[in-house]
């Protein structure tokens, strides 16, 4: 639980803590405060004189309803204000338009059914409506529904033709930089057992250019001074020698240098190659992004790396036997795509 709360957020609770008259509600701010320092329930029950429970029900109102929630004194029960016909128009209304705060919830309530709810009131209607508290899913703004669904009947359609010595690759490149990336992960409470990684001052980083055989999960990833055509060309190469015969398709998004003349004149000289283009802003279909996730996760989160030439070292050693993580790949690297929604386009 400690560091549950961002900077903005302690410095929010601060300055209402400054302000506050109400002993009982600074008393809620110090609270929360308290658990994110890394107290527990128990040690601030003492401190506070008030009961764990209390302090339990200060928690979860501030995690459903943030400040408001948790400065909310005067909470009645009882029966919804509202009718079965408004619950629904209510409904409607905020599946279409997401509130941040339950009080702006109540604040349209009260503008347009007239009808008045407390913060708290508030959240525990919005849960029985079968509202959560969560952040939107981000997707690329100028993403296209039906280019992406043409796409994947093109991929179907490949995937279906593949003979016993064609392969499907998947390209894209990357730019891990020699720094720690700091991750969530089980630690013990308390700041005594706070988890301390060392980072580093530098932003070198390293260029690599991938090609993910979706087939078995290996994968061709070489590290570049520069991703151009150059590059491109000699990633192909590598392809050619590793597979003799057969077809080889390349899914790749719309990069320049996959586009450069050097590129489409080898293609085109290499039959046996076929360049398969995604669609513009489609992220979410190519399947090698989800590799260069992995990798983080693997060797960047949370890991220490003392000089450029260890990080550089340990990241292709990790490409070159993924062998080690087969099972889990089988199970990340599918192509079971996820293509973002059709937006309106009214206003």
């Keep these: 639980m400690p560091n549950f709360l961002s900077m903005q957020q302690v410095e929010e609770l601060k300055q209402k803590h ?21 107290y527990e329930f128990s040690q601030i029950a003492i401190i506070l004189l008030l009961d764990e429970g209390t302090l339990r029900r200060y928690y979860t109102n501030y995690q459903n309803s943030g400040v408001d929630g948790l400065l909310e004194l005067h909470y009645i029960g009882g029966q919804s204000n509202l009718s079965a016909d408004q619950e629904e128009k209510l409904k409607l209304y905020l599946e279409e338009n997401t509130k941040r705060t339950a009080k702006e919830v109540l604040s349209y309530i009260a503008e347009t059914f007239n009808t008045t709810y ?20 981000i997707v690329p703004g100028k993403a296209d529904k039906a280019k992406q669904d043409a796409f994947i009947q093109t991929y179907k359609n490949i995937r279906k033709h593949l003979g016993a010595s064609d392969q499907l690759y998947f390209l894209d490149s990357s730019h891990p930089e020699h720094n720690t990336k700091p991750s969530y992960g089980w630690i013990l409470k308390g700041k005594a057992h706070d988890k301390i990684v060392k980072t580093n001052t530098g932003r070198e980083r390293l260029n690599l250019n991938g090609a993910l055989n979706f087939m078995d999960k290996t994968a061709v990833v070489l590290n570049e001074e520069r991703i151009d055509h150059k590059a491109v060309l000699k990633l192909l190469r590598k392809l050619e020698a590793k597979h003799s015969k057969g077809k080889v398709y390349m899914i790749l998004d719309n990069a320049r240098y996959y586009h450069a003349k050097e590129v489409s004149a080898w293609v085109k000289k290499h039959r046996r190659f076929k360049l398969v283009f995604l669609p513009a802003y489609s992220p979410n279909l190519n399947v090698i992004e989800r590799l260069w996730k992995f990798f983080h996760q693997q060797v960047t989160w949370n890991r220490y790396f003392e000089t450029f030439a260890e990080f550089k070292k340990e990241t292709l050693r990790f490409f070159r036997h993924l062998e080690k993580h087969r099972s889990e790949l089988d199970t990340l690297l599918t192509d079971n795509f996820q293509v973002v929604p059709a937006f309106s386009t009214q206003t």
């Design 18 to 38: 400054r302000v506050i008259k109400d002993k009982r509600l600074a008393d809620r701010i110090k609270v929360i405060l308290s658990l994110n320092a890394g």
């Design 118 to 137: 407390t913060v708290v009131g508030a959240t525990k209607l919005l849960h029985r409506l079968g509202f959560t508290y969560k952040k939107p899913k």
